[in-house]
């Protein structure tokens, strides 16, 4: 057994249990730690040779605090030294180890980016919640959001991403990419993530969001016309899509198709109202508002990763629930 040191002693005493801490005692408990680790063991080092590499769990953590504070490799490395919660969580006892370094957690990335491992973390996660009843998969809620990139040409190349592009939405001119999710109808939960340029329609990925098993689709009016696109038109699915504010309001008012058409509306966007709680914790929960790498591809394996995430936070209630009764069913 190890013995605790003394500033661990102290903070295990304190009175007070921290957002932070709570937080990360939650994910501790839904997060599928042993499907996650098996789908990189595979292609993990496993220190045969070299330098031996510091253990896969560890690593796993180090690199979800990244992610869900929204923190550089430089900064992960100083979150670990300066939070005890965080050490406790990533296993870390300063008394006889060093944290990661930045570069460590840089490789870390790499290989997840190199072998396409976080679409597959993505969805053994989402495999964790079908099984257990979470993800229904009846209904799918489609959508879409602007995530910034960083304008600036003062770089080597004197340029910006190459992989971005400017689009105008309403009257403001926003330079990044999008983030195209198909989420569950009943639970809100991401199935389905694809990432495109900033200019591309939404209505030119919604192919991609389907998963083929969906009896219901909900969208709003950028998707207007789907069931008419070559590629949808073998797609067999009641299509729940807005109806334009502009149609809508040139119906008189006190015509009482006005208020069968409001009402009817005011249904649809009640569901599609589920679609914006992903969008919610990845943009303000991990603080991911701005795209962090150069290129669409790293920045796709980190958006896939995120989406994942914000599939167990918004699940984590239920999880819990399921944890808690399982002893008791056994």
Request: without cysteine.
């Amino acid at each position: 057994m190890k013995q605790t040191s003394f500033s661990s002693a102290e903070f295990a005493g304190k009175k007070r249990t921290t957002r932070r801490e709570k937080f990360l005692a939650e994910m501790e408990q839904v997060v599928p730690w042993a499907e996650l680790e098996a789908v990189i063991a595979p292609v993990y080092p496993t220190g045969t040779r070299g330098r031996p590499p510091i253990g896969l769990s560890r690593m796993l953590r180090v690199y979800f605090i990244q992610q869900w504070y929204g923190l550089s490799d430089e900064a992960v490395e100083d979150a670990i030294y300066d939070s005890q919660s965080v050490r406790a969580f990533v296993g870390i006892d300063l008394a006889r180890e060093n944290a990661p370094d930045a570069t460590t957690l840089l490789k870390f990335r790499r290989l997840l980016e190199t072998n396409d491992l976080t679409q597959r973390m993505f969805l053994a996660i989402n495999a964790t919640l079908t099984e257990k009843g979470l993800l229904m998969r009846s209904g799918t809620i489609v959508d879409a959001t602007i995530i910034n990139a960083p304008p600036s040409t003062k770089n080597t190349d004197g340029k910006r991403d190459g992989d971005m592009h400017q689009t105008k939405k309403g009257n403001q001119w926003y330079f990044g990419m999008k983030a195209h999710i198909g989420a569950d109808a009943d639970s809100g939960l991401v199935h389905t993530v694809t990432t495109t340029a900033a200019n591309v329609a939404d209505i030119a990925e919604l192919a991609a969001l389907l998963h083929g098993e969906e009896k219901t689709v909900f969208a709003d009016a950028g998707y207007t016309g789907a069931e008419k696109r070559i590629e949808l038109q073998d797609v067999a699915v009641d299509w729940q899509i807005a109806t334009r504010r502009s149609t809508v309001k040139k119906i008189d008012p006190t015509r009482p198709l006005r208020a069968v058409l409001d009402a009817l509306e005011h249904a649809k966007a009640r569901i599609r109202a589920k679609v914006e709680h992903p969008f919610h914790v990845v943009k303000n929960l991990f603080r991911h508002r701005k795209t962090r790498y150069k290129g669409l591809a790293k920045n796709t394996a980190q958006v896939v990763m995120l989406f994942g995430l914000a599939n167990l936070v918004l699940a984590k209630n239920k999880l819990m629930v399921l944890q808690a009764q399982a002893p008791s069913v056994a």
